[in-house]
């Protein structure tokens, strides 16, 4: 079975938190995300799910030359940023293609959907 990453996809003039939500509004998308994450784990093809923090809490850390260097910000500047993701397992294209859809519905917002890579033999 493939394993898929579901992203949301976050404008960077929005920034979003759960902090900065309405809290009535803020209570039905953890309830709608809950409802989802249970029937992706009914189905068998939850993996793990989280929401991330905004690209300006990010730290990039690059050892690749003689000494490790620890860079505020995001690797590169972008008009849109992930906001949040599932990792999720599915038989095919179209069953990740599926779960999307409700991820989607669930957040009210888009989904952008890649299957990972699997590890050489």
């Known amino acids: 079975m493939t394993q ?9 003039s929005e920034a979003p938190t759960m902090a900065s939500m ?11 995300v809950g409802r989802l994450n249970t029937a ?3 189905a068998g ?3 793990h799910a989280g929401g991330l923090h905004p690209p300006a809490t990010a730290v ?11 860079i505020d910000g995001p690797f590169v500047e972008a008009s849109q940023y992930v906001g949040g ?15 999307a859809e409700q ?3 669930a ?3 888009r989904i952008e959907v890649r299957a990972l890579q699997d590890g050489p033999e």
């Open 107 to 109: 957040t009210g917002s």
């Open 85 to 99: 993701f599932w990792i999720i397992n599915a038989p095919d294209r179209e069953a990740a293609l599926n779960w």
């Open 22 to 32: 309405d809290p009535a509004e803020l209570e039905a998308a953890i309830a709608a």
């Open 60 to 70: 990039t850390v690059d050892a690749t030359g003689a000494e490790p260097k620890h």
């Open 40 to 42: 992706l784990q009914e």
């Open 4 to 12: 898929y990453f579901l992203t949301v996809p976050h404008d960077t």
């Open 45 to 47: 093809a939850f993996v």
């Open 103 to 105: 991820c989607s519905a």
